[in-house]
């Protein structure tokens, strides 16, 4: 991989550019909010019914605008690495406030992984705050609940129809990043898949990072505001390929399609690993295989307080 | 850096109450304060520098060599440092304990962590009858922490425990776990008669089938729990081999007699 500064020739060139493996590098940053989170460990009889309560609790997560956190799994966990001794998979939750995220936990772990089967949850973490986990989901046991304080740490026994759901009482709040991304856009769809299931594959090997879209990729980036006042959010028209030439557009000709990695993640670091890891993944696959450019969400810098400026992540 | 180390002169013939001699309550005190504090000796107080040779160490530590006396009370009270008994305890060791760790190399008597509120106590020998139960005049046992039995445990093990964790490598008297209110028992080697009358709620692990099963008790059959493998991983760290290794178990329910919300568990 080469990375060089190309200083312009021509005075008309105001800015130097940044290319990375034949990719260029936008002079621009991802804006990324403070956000609340928490970690959670399902275990299981198996890795096949983990990962199915795994997927149910952390589905429709994409987006806080709607889905009221964003989740995703983090990483598998072998029997060695779980409270119980079972396989198990680790998740990330992540929410604006307190208080949507203990609800978004406590609906999430209540109907996908209690209803599992052979299931149990862990906290994933521990933090300066309590969000009840088992704690109020053991009333389902109807006062056959049983708690249980193991190491210092309470547990609830609740009674269900294949034995027990074991629930720890509390999990950590973690006071975390949310929204890091960036924008790959490249000379044709299958290309820019390629690249960006690259990206995803190396973000989630990063500890503290999720990647909560389908697939970890989003299509449809959007920009702040409508033409209609009740939506908050509309398409990002300046990188939509079939309005170029009807709008102002961010896309030069050879660009046919843009896709977007947005990333949360634990702390600011792991925030910066995760994009680099991501980043890194894109510019190996290069202006060879079709990417043109890489680019990043922003609002201007006036609502996140966290700034990811693509060439200092790359350098 | 090494901690104080009372070792006994020469063996009285009543029995020594060590109450009050403790980690948190010799730190930083010399030899020679240390030789002031009162101890009694059936009843009679004596200077503990009568009875023990002192060396004064740094740290909440301390280390106790017995010598075949009979030294009732050891850890009493006890809240932070580290006790080491280097041979045997006398009655009501680790009684009110709340915080430290205490270890006894070889056995201790009746009435062990009785009102027990946290810390560790780990016995390398058998303890007597009475462990983990109320202290005299309480309406409950044990209530946190965590005791380990090297070997076997008397009789009325745990009786009216409340919270905590025992772990017994070795086998168990008659009425183990009676009249429990809550906590975990566990004794790999299974117990006598009585197991878990009058029990309200809280956990009878038996590596072994009792001798009898009550007949209070309602039969669950056999089922998986997964605290089981949550509950070894933690046992395993304290005293290996103490719980079963399955979380397959016979689920018996009990005392119906006495509300049913406690369990004994067998392989």
Same mark, same amino acid.
Do not use: H
């Given at each position: 991989m080469r990375l060089w500064r190309e200083h312009p020739h021509?005075?008309?060139?105001r800015e130097t550019r940044v290319i990375v493996n034949g990719v260029s590098i936008d002079d621009t940053y991802a804006e990324a909010f403070g956000m609340k989170a928490t970690r959670i460990v399902i275990t299981a009889a198996s890795m096949t019914w983990a990962k199915h309560a795994a997927n149910a609790a952390f589905g429709? =997560?994409?987006?806080?605008? =709607?889905?009221g956190c964003e989740a995703g799994i983090e990483r598998e966990l072998s029997p060695e690495e779980t409270p119980d001794g079972r396989p198990g998979v680790a998740g990330l939750l992540f929410a604006v406030s307190t208080k949507e995220l203990a609800k978004q936990l406590e609906r999430r772990v209540g109907q996908c992984v209690l209803t599992c089967p052979t299931t149990a949850v862990f906290a994933g973490c521990t933090g300066d705050e309590a969000l009840p986990l088992g704690k109020n989901l053991r009333y389902f046991g109807d006062g056959w609940q049983m708690s249980k304080v193991v190491a210092g740490r309470r547990y609830w026994r609740i009674p269900v129809m294949d034995g027990e759901f074991l629930a720890e009482e509390t999990t950590g709040l973690l006071r975390s990043v949310g929204g890091g991304n960036f924008l790959v856009l490249a000379r044709s769809t299958a290309q820019a898949l390629t690249a960006c299931e690259a990206a995803v594959a190396a973000i989630a090997k990063?500890?503290? %990072?999720? %990647?909560?879209f389908p697939g970890g990729v989003v299509r449809s980036g959007s920009k702040v505001?409508?033409?209609?006042?009740?939506?908050p959010a509309s398409t990002n028209d300046a990188f939509c390929p079939t309005l170029r030439g009807a709008?102002?557009? /961010?896309?030069?000709? /050879?660009?046919e399609t843009v896709l977007e990695i947005v990333i949360d993640a634990v702390d600011d670091d792991a925030m910066k690993t995760a994009m680099r890891a991501g980043l890194d993944a894109v510019c190996a696959i290069g202006a060879d295989g079709g990417i043109v450019r890489l680019s990043a969400g922003n609002?201007?810098?006036?609502?996140?307080q966290f700034h990811y400026r693509l060439r200092e992540i790359l350098a | 850096m090494s901690g104080t180390t009372l070792s006994l002169r020469t063996a009285p013939a009543g029995r020594i109450d060590?109450?009050?001699?403790?980690p948190e309550i010799l730190a930083g005190r010399t030899a020679a304060e240390i030789e002031k504090m009162p101890l009694r000796v059936d009843g009679v107080p004596v200077a503990l520098g009568e009875c023990f040779a002192v060396t004064a160490g740094e740290g909440e530590a301390l280390t106790i060599r017995p010598e075949g006396a009979r030294l009732d009370?050891?850890?009493?009270d006890m809240r932070t440092g580290m006790l080491r008994v280097e041979g045997a305890a006398g009655h009501?060791?680790?009684?009110?304990m709340r915080g430290g760790e205490l270890i006894v190399d070889g056995d201790a008597g009746d009435?062990?962590?009785?009102?027990m509120r946290g810390g560790c106590l780990r016995i390398a020998g058998n303890a007597g009858d009475w462990l983990a139960a109320a202290l005299?005049?309480?309406?409950?046992g044990m209530g946190g922490g965590v005791v380990a039995v090297g070997g076997n445990a008397g009789d009325r093990?745990?009786?009216?425990m409340r919270r905590g964790l025992v772990l017994v490598r070795g086998r168990a008297g008659t009425a183990?776990?009676?009249?429990?209110?809550?906590g975990t028992l566990v004794v790999a080697g299974g117990c006598g008669t009585l197991?878990?009358?009058?029990?309200?709620r809280g956990s009878l692990i038996l590596g072994q089938a009792p001798e009898a099963m009550p007949a209070c008790h309602g039969d669950a059959g056999i089922v998986t729990l997964a605290w089981l493998g949550l509950l070894r991983r933690h046992a395993e760290a304290i005293?290996?081999?103490?719980?079963?290794?399955?979380?397959?178990m016979h689920r018996y329910m009990g005392d119906l007699a006495f509300g049913g919300k406690g369990e004994i568990l067998v392989p």
């Open positions: 021509s005075p008309c060139l429709f =997560a994409t987006s806080v605008i =709607a889905c990063t500890p503290g %990072a999720i %990647a909560p505001g409508s033409k209609y006042k009740a939506l709008t102002k557009s /961010e896309l030069s000709p /050879e660009v609002y201007g810098g006036k609502l996140g | 060590m109450t009050g001699v403790l009370g050891l850890g009493r009501y060791l680790a009684q009110g009435c062990a962590a009785n009102g005299i005049g309480d309406r409950a093990l745990g009786d009216r183990c776990g009676a009249r429990m209110r809550a197991a878990g009358f009058g029990l309200r005293l290996p081999g103490a719980m079963p290794d399955t979380s397959r």
